[in-house]
């Protein structure tokens, strides 16, 4: 996902929420990082992109499903912020 200007890339987020390994642009806020699976370059290097992607193939998809219970951006969890701030707890 190489991106000059970028807030936070719901993509980069739903990638890495369906499993997916993800190499950014390091113009891209390091917020969005939630797996081990998501490598920043800096630069235009096609050759460092190519790379960078390719050291993902094969990669697999299942090892960090447990990480979802524990992430932000889980119902569960976001349900639980949700009701503490509604009540105010």
């Excluded at 990669?59 to 949700?82: H, Q, S, Y």
Aim: net charge negative; charged share 25%.
């Amino acid at each position: 996902m190489p991106s000059r200007f970028e807030g936070m890339p719901a993509t980069a987020v739903e990638a890495q929420m369906s499993f997916l390994p993800c190499v950014l642009s390091d113009s891209i806020t390091h917020d969005v990082k939630f797996t081990g699976d998501v490598r920043f370059l800096k630069g235009w290097d096609e050759a460092e992109w190519c790379g960078a992607i390719n050291g993902y193939v094969n990669t697999d998809r299942n090892k960090d499903r447990d990480m979802l219970t524990t992430c932000a951006f889980n119902i569960d969890n976001v349900i639980g912020e949700l009701t503490r701030y509604l009540i105010g707890e």
